[in-house]
Nanobody, 110 residues
Framework: VQLAESGGGLVQPGGSLRLSCVAS????????MRWFRQAPGNERELVAL???????TYLDSVKGRFTISRDNAKNTVYLQMNSLNPEDTAVYYC?????WGQGTQVTVSS
């Protein structure tokens, strides 16, 4: 099983980023997919999840700003992040059950 995140980077407050996570080694369409994040000194927290039928759940602080989606044909889950603020700075991880990606750094700073 492999999960490979990409799309992180440095962005100014108010900006946008789109994270991608390409999965391999398992039947992607059968798994709930999650995005977590971890900021320095903080515990890892669930940001968003998308179920096998497309149902979604978000962390309260990102509701209305972030959108999770999936493309089962491409074995890929996305996280569109808009109106970013410095509190969103963290390493973002893709997750499928017990499997984790390596993470991608998102830094929001002017």
């Amino acid at each position: 099983v492999q999960l490979a995140e990409s799309g992180g980077g440095l962005v100014q407050p108010g900006g946008s980023l789109r994270l991608s996570c390409v999965a391999s080694g398992f039947t992607f369409s059968r798994y709930v997919m999650r995005w977590f994040r971890q900021a320095p000194g903080n515990e890892r927290e669930l940001v968003a999840l998308i179920g096998t039928a497309g149902g979604v759940t978000y962390l309260d602080s990102v509701k209305g700003r972030f959108t999770i989606s999936r493309d089962n044909a491409k074995n890929t889950v996305y996280l569109q992040m808009n109106s970013l603020n410095p509190e969103d700075t963290a390493v973002y991880y893709c997750n499928a059950n017990s499997h984790w990606g390596q993470g991608t750094q998102v830094t929001v700073s002017s």
